[in-house]
């Protein structure tokens, strides 16, 4: 079931740049599902737009706006938009018949590449494990786990203990109860399949950290201690990056996926 908060459901074009060589169909057009949540009293505050990690959805950031958004929260906060990648959640649904695989970075990186294009668009960015290196053996081994992954079960209950087996992501509760929520199908299938879940494959600009590194931008950056992607070389990197525009937080025990999915 969806957050009460939950405003509307909006469907507007992606932005996904292609190099003129490869396109074979330009006047295609791909879109993503985006969640509009706004509290219940209205007032003024922070806009925040909020992305996924790979073989993740927009809802599962649902507890965390829940927790936000509360009557009780001290924080300001206008409106949450939280958005599905082109070949994730309902995104994957409405271009089905036009995703192939093509590569892409993903959740932090994504607004990474974002806040340099478009440097007065936000006010700040957080970047939680973001995608921003070349990293060609971490990125194949995380791409072979997705698709290791079940996409298809018989019922909810086969759902939701298959994703509470202990994994990386270290997924509550609260979030397998969203993934495994009925659409009427009968087998329980993900939005994403798996196949398009696993092309994140990392593909950042090659000169994304230099760029960053003379981006005055308000960034802040959230790091897993046990992350098995982001390694202490990478951390390192980021720290400095840090230095320069923000501040960096390392979670001892967090991993990559882990973050996301028990922030709240």
Known sequence: MSSPLLTRSWVVPATHPRAPLTVQSPEAQLFVAVNEYRPRRASPGATILLTHGTSFCKELWEPLINYWLRDDSPLKIQAVFAMDAANHGDSAVINQNRLGSS??????????HASILSPKKFDATILVEPIIFQMKEQTTAIAKLVLNRRDTWKNRYGTRTGYLVPTDAHWREEACALISNSKGFADWTLDQRKRYAATYLAGPHPEIIHLLSKS?????????????????????????????????????????????????
Do not use: W
Request: proline residues 2%; aromatic residues 6%; charged residues 20%.
């Open 103 to 112: 590569r892409h970075s993903f959740g932090g990186g994504t607004l990474a």
């Open 216 to 264: 005055r931008e308000p960034r802040y950056y959230v790091m897993g201690g046990k992350s098995l992607v982001l390694n202490n070389e990478c951390r390192a990197i980021i720290q400095d990056l840090a230095r320069v525009h923000g501040d960096m937080v390392v979670i001892g025990d967090g991993g990559h996926l882990g973050l996301s999915l028990n922030s709240f």
